[in-house]
């Protein structure tokens, strides 16, 4: 008889038992870890933000580096705030993560965990030039996150800050993620899925997400609303709410990752958890509320059955909070992190992303280029269009989601007249 060893199939199973084969197993549910080889050959050792790490074989993307500085930034906040920082870090990879929140975030104790186990030695190594295993700082493990999560609810160890960086969809990972955070801790979550937010499966984000996404001009922000709309409704489940810290998106990969305060307690109500209705007719986007369901019909007047674009349901408040990110950026300046004028400028991103927070702001942002096409004109530059749009009144603000877009208070009819306005002049 072959022994299947059962922990990687669920968090709760403590008895081994044993079947012939994998497939005569009824509770058998495939569960494979990447291989280490998933990526590509690269260099052994990588530097980021001054620390020089080892790589190895495992998963790792130098790319990421802008969503690890804001998670390394907010759980030093939380140390400030609190006094203590006890960290998860449930996908670690070579434990790039664990170590920065170590050094920089000055966590407490960190819990590195990986299922791979050949990561091991690259994880030990690289946590070891932060303190000696035997300081009790930090601990490695190679358990399957979702176990991991759940040892900590059962053996009743919150932790602060706990970060989940998987592949594709995190929705899966959510419930044992609340039970294991503090009340008022964070919880740092990612989501890969592109095809989801760009509305190309909408029965797979309404099985991740509980959201049935459209196509819509604004996917990327859809993708971030998505995220937080399915950790809004898993936290109700479980008797929690989460608000956002802040949101952010990267082109690369693509990467959404959001960064949650879970409480105690029901959704308030009034809760901004609903649909979002984009009109394809005159281009403006309104969230409807549940009981308004039946009754969308767009301002514009359109008649056209089509040109009604209904997403939902997803998160139809704040990105961001735009207090904790002021302190974020104030903290980034006091570790000498801002000014440095690359293209990853973090304090243009952070200020972006403050700036975008107001929340009279359009629900998604607007390409200059959906303006362009509807005035029948070329683009016009984007400062131009701000400053035109700011003189007549509208709040507008840049998106940190995309380089050519805006949000704005100003409805779409009134942007494709300033944008003719302006190409007249
Ligand atoms: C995106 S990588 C993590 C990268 C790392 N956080 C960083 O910033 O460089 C995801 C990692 O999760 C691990 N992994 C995949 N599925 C897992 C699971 N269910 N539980 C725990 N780890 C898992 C993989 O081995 C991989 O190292």
């Given at each position: 008889?072959?022994?299947?060893?059962?922990?990687?199939?669920?968090?709760?199973?403590?008895?081994?038992?044993?079947?012939?084969?994998?497939?005569?197993?009824?509770?058998?549910?495939?569960?494979?870890?990447?291989?280490?080889?998933?990526?590509?050959?690269?260099?052994?050792?990588?530097?980021?933000?001054?620390?020089?790490?080892?790589?190895?074989?495992?998963?790792?993307?130098?790319?990421?580096?802008?969503?690890?500085?804001?998670?390394?930034?907010?759980?030093?906040?939380?140390?400030?705030?609190?006094?203590?920082?006890?960290?998860?870090?449930?996908?670690?990879?070579?434990?790039?993560?664990?170590?920065?929140?170590?050094?920089?975030?000055?966590?407490?104790?960190?819990?590195?965990?990986?299922?791979?186990?050949?990561?091991?030695?690259?994880?030990v190594?690289?946590l070891s030039?932060v303190s000696s295993e035997e300081e009790g700082r930090w601990k490695v493990?190679?358990?399957?996150?979702?176990?991991?999560?759940?040892?900590?609810?059962?053996?009743?160890?919150?932790?602060?800050?706990?970060?989940?960086?998987?592949?594709?969809?995190?929705?899966?990972?959510?419930?044992?993620?609340?039970?294991?955070?503090?009340?008022?801790?964070?919880?740092?979550?990612?989501?890969?899925?592109?095809?989801?937010?760009?509305?190309?499966?909408?029965?797979?984000?309404?099985?991740?997400?509980?959201?049935?996404?459209?196509?819509?001009?604004?996917?990327?922000?859809?993708?971030?609303?998505?995220?937080?709309?399915?950790?809004?409704?898993?936290?109700?489940?479980?008797?929690?709410?989460?608000?956002?810290?802040?949101?952010?998106?990267?082109?690369?990969?693509?990467?959404?990752?959001?960064?949650?305060?879970?409480?105690?307690?029901?959704?308030?109500?009034?809760?901004?958890?609903?649909?979002?209705?984009?009109?394809?007719?005159?281009?403006?986007?309104?969230?409807?509320?549940?009981?308004?369901?039946?009754?969308?019909?767009?301002?514009?007047?359109?008649?056209?059955?089509?040109?009604?674009?209904?997403?939902?349901?997803?998160?139809?408040?704040?990105?961001?909070?735009?207090?904790?990110?002021?302190?974020?950026?104030?903290?980034?300046?006091?570790?000498?992190?801002?000014?440095?004028?690359?293209?990853?400028?973090?304090?243009?991103?952070?200020?972006?992303?403050?700036?975008?927070?107001?929340?009279?702001?359009?629900?998604?942002?607007?390409?200059?280029?959906?303006?362009?096409?509807?005035?029948?004109?070329?683009?016009?530059?984007?400062?131009?269009?701000?400053?035109?749009?700011?003189?007549?009144?509208?709040?507008?603000?840049?998106?940190?989601?995309?380089?050519?877009?805006?949000?704005?208070?100003?409805?779409?009819?009134?942007?494709?007249?300033?944008?003719?306005?302006?190409?007249?002049?």
């Amino acid at each position: 008889m072959v022994s299947l060893c059962p922990t990687i199939l669920s968090p709760f199973h403590t008895k081994t038992l044993t079947y012939n084969s994998p497939a005569q197993n009824p509770n058998h549910r495939p569960f494979s870890v990447p291989p280490l080889t998933a990526v590509a050959s690269r260099s052994h050792y990588e530097t980021e933000r001054g620390f020089d790490f080892e790589v190895g074989d495992t998963f790792f993307r130098h790319e990421s580096a802008t969503g690890r500085d804001l998670g390394v930034l907010a759980a030093a906040l939380y140390k400030k705030c609190n006094d203590k920082l006890r960290v998860l870090d449930a996908m670690c990879g070579c434990g790039i993560r664990s170590l920065r929140y170590l050094a920089e975030s000055k966590a407490d104790f960190v819990l590195a965990n990986d299922a791979n186990e050949d990561c091991n030695g690259v994880i030990v190594s690289n946590l070891s030039t932060v303190s000696s295993e035997e300081e009790g700082r930090w601990k490695v493990s190679h358990s399957i996150a979702n176990r991991v999560l759940a040892e900590r609810y059962v053996e009743r160890d919150y932790f602060d800050f706990i970060d989940v960086d998987s592949f594709g969809s995190d929705s899966s990972f959510f419930r044992c993620a609340f039970d294991a955070v503090k009340l008022g801790g964070l919880l740092y979550v990612t989501s890969t899925d592109g095809f989801s937010s760009g509305g190309h499966r909408p029965n797979h984000s309404l099985a991740a997400y509980g959201a049935y996404i459209r196509p819509l001009p604004y996917s990327n922000e859809i993708g971030l609303r998505m995220l937080i709309g399915g950790a809004v409704r898993e936290a109700s489940v479980l008797g929690y709410h989460v608000s956002p810290l802040f949101s952010y998106y990267s082109y690369h990969g693509p990467v959404f990752r959001v960064l949650l305060r879970v409480n105690r307690g029901k959704p308030p109500h009034g809760m901004h958890y609903g649909f979002i209705c984009y009109c394809d007719s005159c281009g403006n986007s309104q969230p409807i509320s549940w009981d308004k369901l039946g009754q969308m019909n767009c301002p514009c007047g359109t008649d056209a059955p089509d040109s009604l674009v209904v997403c939902g349901p997803l998160w139809t408040g704040p990105l961001h909070c735009a207090d904790y990110l002021g302190e974020m950026l104030s903290l980034a300046g006091e570790w000498g992190w801002l000014g440095n004028g690359t293209k990853n400028d973090l304090e243009k991103l952070l200020n972006r992303m403050i700036n975008e927070s107001d929340p009279t702001l359009s629900f998604g942002y607007i390409q200059l280029d959906e303006i362009a096409s509807r005035a029948k004109v070329n683009s016009p530059p984007i400062v131009t269009i701000m400053s035109a749009i700011q003189q007549e009144g509208y709040a507008v603000s840049r998106s940190h989601i995309s380089n050519n877009a805006i949000k704005t208070n100003c409805p779409m009819a009134e942007c494709i007249r300033i944008a003719k306005e302006l190409r007249q002049l």
